[in-house]
């Protein structure tokens, strides 16, 4: 089977090239046919008899659409979140949630609480995003500083970063009687959401179409500052692109939401095992998987003790500390096989 002479791409290649950068492809389809199925249930799950209730179809819209409409974007934002850092660190077991910009996010809302009795959803916006923003550099930095040589000192450094931060956060909050912010951000759940209080959430659309447009330039970065300079690529410009990206994502949510551990580790890698680290061609995929998993994560969290609800943090705990030691466990097979 001859070369394709321009490439250098065998026939079969070049179609499979194709395949896996096509966005609607048969599977494509039905992944968001899933996707739209999970979020009808979402709609109609809950205590609140919507049904049965004369003012029922007012609380629809007041409480399931926004809810479900959070669970979405919430979804989206921290698993593309995940896929860009892991691209620019290369490596498969970061995201917000092991590199300690979860922690950030949180002093910054403690500071932000600290600095104004009663801050509005903006204030507190901005103080999670600076601080996601300064937390994500300094792992930056910690890791140009330190020798790896292996793959799991990047998250150890990110989770022993985290750990720190968070710490001075339960400081903090203890010293100025602040405890309540902290207990309250460290809950992740969806069970605040209503109308005036997750549109901020919209903001994650624009983060997602400017990765989409610099797709390509990031997953050049991916391959290290000496490939990325050698093409014409701004290498330190794309770092700085990319983290500002991931602190507007991780704030916005941190401030609405709160704390979702390992979405973005979850999503991210099963999209890659599939269909390679082209992060244009993965990035419909990896918002389309990160919806679906947090939707259902979230139906499984009211409907576990009904009619009481279980906070969706401890869901995505519990399955992305399972993934989490399914990857760990992949990556030493091979060692052992040598």
Known sequence: MRKNTITGIEPNSQSRFYYHNKIWTKPFIIAVMVVISLCIISLFTGVYDIR?????MEMFF??????????MLTGAALAMAGLVMQLITRNRLVEPTTTGTFEWAGLGL???YLLFPAPTIVLRMTGAI???????MIFFLLLRRVR???????????LMLGAVISSISTFLGLFFQMTQVIEGWFVGSFTSVQVGRYEYLWFIVIVTILVFIYANRLTLAGLGEDVATSVGVNYNSLILLANGLIAIAVGIVA??????PFLGLIVPNIVSMIRGDNIRSNLPWVCLMGMGTITFCDIISRSIIKPFEVPVSLILGTVGSVVFIIILLR???????R
Do not use: E, H, M, W
């Open 331 to 337: 990556q030493r097979k091979p060692r052992r096989l």
């Open 255 to 260: 401030a609405v939401i709160g704390n979702l």
């Open 148 to 158: 790896l040589r292996s793959s799991l000192i990047v998250p150890i450094i990110g």
């Open 62 to 71: 007041i409480t399931r659409v926004p809810r479900t409409i959070a669970l």
């Open 130 to 136: 600076i601080f996601s923003f300064i937390g994500t």
């Open 110 to 112: 403690l500071v932000v």
């Open 52 to 56: 049965g209730q004369a003012d029922g």
